[in-house]
């Protein structure tokens, strides 16, 4: 009987310790070492060409009653990798962020995977892939649980749902930790609602939704584009799950067609690259791009319009006027 005691304690113990290590894992997640943040100074002339973009989209689209309070954007112009510069409209606004937050998870992934506190393994690969390729909720939510160590399920009694949401902040704490702010990204993404306790996170109201603004998301796609989050390697990989090709075969609203890409097929840019992560919903439209055209420009342009989610001309409009004039802009 002793014996099978201390078996029993010794299976107790380990299981305890894994338990606890896998929960540590999950509570922090650290920035990447000698992290240097990307710093892009607010110009003048960007501020223009941007104001001017967005105002003559506006007027475009009022005969649908487009007014400024559906639309915010932010522009970084990476051309000097090491003198960034930056405009926005609005770009401070929290906006719910659609499928545009699947960016912010795939950085965080690559983090802990960089940490070996994640083991890459087929079906990770393979989930990686679906919700950033194919923007599938189902594959967000199984990375988001990899993430954060936690699962949906039933609603839980307030102490046990406490823990539970402490864990399910790892990634706000880690983006925070970085000095991203006035953004929340702790929920899953669904086709249809949640329930059970992604409901109880939400407070039963549509609270604690996912929020990004666009001068965040701008500056983690620029971040990924320059090699700032994680490593270069990983950077890489990211950018490879990213990449879009306007011009080839495929659904007319997809991300590579659907956003930003648009533009770059209106003016038959086929030399230009494109990186996108778009997010659509009933009400929102989003977008956070890179491009690199063949005659130098390099940039990152952000859009997000709520209430105007069918609206296909928006985002391309903003971006086919960056296109015209950044190049004239020193």
């Not at 003016?267 to 439209?285: H, M, P, Q």
Request: hydrophobic content about 40%.
């Amino acid at each position: 009987m002793k014996n099978i005691t201390a078996i029993l304690l010794i299976f107790a113990f380990a299981f305890t310790t894994t338990a606890q290590t896998r929960n540590r894992k999950a509570d922090t997640i650290n920035p990447p070492k000698n992290y240097k943040p990307l710093f892009a100074i607010n110009y003048s002339p960007l501020r223009l060409l941007l104001n001017s973009a967005v105002n003559d989209t506006i007027k475009q689209f009022s005969a649908k009653n487009l007014k400024a309070e559906n639309i915010a954007a932010t522009l970084i112009d990476l051309r000097d990798w090491e003198n960034p510069k930056m405009a926005n409209v609005r770009g401070e606004e929290k906006i719910y962020s659609a499928s545009v937050v699947k960016m912010y998870y795939m950085a965080a992934l690559y983090q802990q995977i960089q940490d070996d506190k994640i083991k890459v393994t087929p079906e990770l690969t393979r989930g990686l892939k679906d919700m950033i390729v194919d923007s599938s909720n189902d594959a967000t939510g199984y990375i988001f649980d990899v993430l954060t160590d936690t699962t949906s399920g039933w609603e839980m009694p307030q102490k046990e749902f406490d823990v539970w949401q402490y864990k399910r902040n790892a990634v706000n704490r880690y983006f925070a930790s970085m000095g991203y702010a006035n953004i929340n990204i702790n929920q899953k993404t669904f086709c249809e609602d949640a329930y059970g306790r992604e409901q109880q996170s939400r407070n039963y109201k549509g609270e604690n939704r996912n929020m990004l603004t666009t001068n965040a998301t701008a500056r983690l796609l620029s971040e990924i584009v320059s090699g700032r989050t994680v490593n270069a390697e990983k950077s890489v990989l990211m950018m490879n799950l990213m990449k879009r090709n306007p011009f080839a075969e495929g659904d007319k609203d997809d991300q590579s067609r659907g956003f930003t890409g648009i533009a770059l097929i209106n003016k038959n840019l086929k030399d230009a690259k494109l990186w996108s992560k778009a997010g659509w919903t009933s009400k929102t439209r989003h977008d956070a791009a890179y491009i690199e055209t063949a005659d130098g420009l390099k940039f990152v342009l952000v859009v997000f319009t709520e209430n105007f989610a069918n609206e296909r001309d928006i985002i391309p409009s903003v971006a086919g006027k960056i296109l015209d004039g950044l190049g004239k802009i020193k």
